[in-house]
């Protein structure tokens, strides 16, 4: 019994520290790949910002222009044979050219210090995640929108429900904020390819260019 005893006495005082086991044994310096940063839940703010602006821009412009404020959506429209080319070209170039005016806006309440140190609100891929990795995440994030759009927007619905036109904005803002808390984390959102080629042109440095 003493000589089992001494023996747990030696083997204590020999593995003194804790030992991990498991997955915990591998340690980050032992892999021989990176690991992306954890994705927060969610980024609300951004989020809840973005999507309640755009439900209160659809609202206020649908009876002018049909809520034209995004050109992924124009241009899956026109595809869709509900907008002309010629209106379809002239909501995009208004879109982009509304967008840069709104980054250089943004920058001039900012400061030049300040704006720069945000990265000029641009689009870039985070840390860890490849290119092919946020495109893929823009594409479904896109496709979400203009899907919602699309059901929204659809003409049966309309003359079904009363209400249509007046909550179609709804949906469409609560996809905007569902594809922000997704795709903010991976590459900062862009499924609005006018907002992004705004701040991209007003920043104008090669990260936001890049990415």
């Known amino acids: 019994m003493e000589g089992k005893e001494e023996d747990v006495r030696l083997g204590a ?19 021989d790949y990176t690991e992306p940063q954890p994705a927060p839940l969610f980024e609300p703010r951004i989020a809840w910002a973005f999507g309640g602006m755009i439900f209160a821009l659809v609202y206020l412009t649908a009876g002018i222009s049909g809520g034209h404020i995004n050109p ?5 429209l ?14 995009m170039v208004m879109q982009c ?13 900012t400061g030049e210090t300040r704006y720069g140190a945000l990265g000029g609100g641009a689009n870039s891929v985070a840390h ?6 946020g495109l893929g995440a823009e594409i479904v ?15 049966k619905r309309s003359a079904r429900d009363s209400h249509g036109p007046i909550l179609a904005p709804l ?41």
Request: some cysteine; charged content about 15%.
């Open 97 to 109: 050219l509304g967008a840069i005016c709104g980054a250089g806006v943004v920058k001039g309440f």
């Open 141 to 155: 994030g896109t496709f979400v929108l203009v899907y919602t759009v699309f059901s929204a927007r659809n003409a």
């Open 128 to 133: 860890g995640y490849t290119k092919g990795y």
């Open 171 to 211: 949906p469409i803002g609560f996809a905007v904020i569902l594809v922000h808390l997704a795709t903010i984390p991976i590459s900062g959102t862009g499924i609005n390819p006018a907002r992004s080629l705004g701040a991209a042109i007003i920043f104008n440095r090669d990260k936001g260019w890049d990415d």
């Open 72 to 76: 992924a959506v124009t241009f899956g």
């Open 13 to 31: 005082n020999k593995f003194s520290e804790r030992q991990s086991i498991g997955t915990a044994a591998q340690s980050q310096d032992d892999k």
């Open 78 to 91: 026109f595809l869709g044979r509900k907008l002309s080319l010629t209106r379809a070209i002239f909501y």
